[in-house]
């Protein structure tokens, strides 16, 4: 089997494309990555060396429809795994329109070239985010036929995307399936997301900063279990459904942070806290009940243990962030001036 995966270079498509190659010995992959901010090439150098017939990878943006026509009719993949997306909460306040560009008309460029060379499945990527927030006291989980409430121009571009996925199975008859993921955390993570940004910062001594309403709660789930979860629906997921894919765990960004401090011993005193950013939403957790009944996923790594391995990641891998660091980020968002982004 061949499998196309866009933003192959980015945090979780590097992690699957390591993960298929490694569990699948007979199947070839095509890396298609614009090589943004978020998309890093040596995330898989390794993976080159060692598998230099089985992969590959092809420059360009999904917005560019004779590239991706070209890419498709040259390389006639079975499958399309799309991970290609802006995904960064404060980057889309900053910058809607090229999120709603890439996520949702980017997607339909790749359903239209899916449709001309007849792939035979559409993976698409989304978020829990798309539904919207639940308050922190609330008993209920958000299952696949919870509706979209999206409250951020990142959530609702994602949830545009999902209903352009679904349109086209029905209007079609394209083959798809959709996963909605909890926050990943996990190795080559861009350290502008929060576990490598507060990791990282507190390995330099750097103040971390929280949101005002660090008690908002998060579903967290190691890369890794979201990769077997789309393994998972590529072998046995009906065509046309989607499904959550959580952990169960919960934990504040208050206590994120605390747990980073005391794994890598730092003072609490590091914790800072700043204006909330628009559309911070409260707290978002999975139903996963369908994919565990239906295609027979469910989580394997330990929140903790998953925690200590990620941190331990960026001890012994401070090279590959200080380097992302030290390029040149005009737009690099600062956390710190929400108030006077809101008073605009």
Request: proline share 5%.
């Amino acid at each position: 089997m061949k499998i196309l995966v866009t933003g192959g270079a980015g945090f979780i498509g590097t992690n699957f494309i390591r993960y298929w190659l490694q569990h699948n010995s007979d199947d070839v992959i095509v890396n298609f990555d614009l090589l943004t901010y978020a998309g890093n090439l040596s995330n898989l150098t390794d993976i080159a060396a060692d598998y230099p017939k089985r992969y590959k990878f092809a420059q360009g943006d999904i917005l560019n429809v004779t590239l991706v026509e070209s890419v498709l009719k040259k390389e006639r993949p079975d499958v399309i795994v799309n991970f290609a997306a802006e995904s960064h909460n404060s980057r889309a306040i900053l910058h809607p329109r090229r999120f709603f560009e890439t996520n949702v008309i980017g997607t339909q460029v790749l359903l239209d070239a899916s449709r001309k060379y007849e792939v035979q499945r559409f993976h698409h990527i989304s978020t829990c985010e798309v539904y919207g927030e639940l308050p922190l006291d609330s008993p209920n989980r958000f299952s696949e036929n919870a509706p979209y409430r999206p409250q951020t121009p990142y959530n609702a571009s994602k949830a545009a995307a999902d209903h352009l996925v679904n349109a086209y199975f029905h209007s079609f008859g394209m083959p798809i399936t959709i996963s909605n993921c909890a926050n990943n955390y996990g190795p080559y993570q861009h350290p502008e997301k929060l576990i490598p940004l507060f990791t990282t910062n507190a390995i330099q001594n750097i103040p971390l900063t929280l949101y005002r309403s660090s008690h908002n709660r998060r579903e967290w789930l190691h890369v890794e279990d979201h990769c077997r979860a789309i393994a998972a629906v590529l072998e046995h997921g009906k065509i046309g459904e989607t499904y959550n894919v959580g952990s169960g765990v919960e934990k504040s960004i208050e206590e994120m942070s605390n747990f980073i401090l005391d794994i890598l011993s730092k003072p609490q005193h590091l914790k800072t806290y700043v204006p909330d950013r628009p559309g911070h939403d409260c707290r978002y957790l999975l139903d996963s009940s369908k994919i565990a009944r239906d295609v027979g996923w469910k989580p394997v790594i330990a929140f903790e243990d998953g925690m200590r391995e990620t941190i331990q990641w960026y001890i012994e891998n401070r090279k590959w962030w200080q380097a992302i660091q030290q390029k040149a980020d005009t737009e690099a968002v600062q956390e710190d001036k929400w108030e006077t982004f809101s008073e605009r």
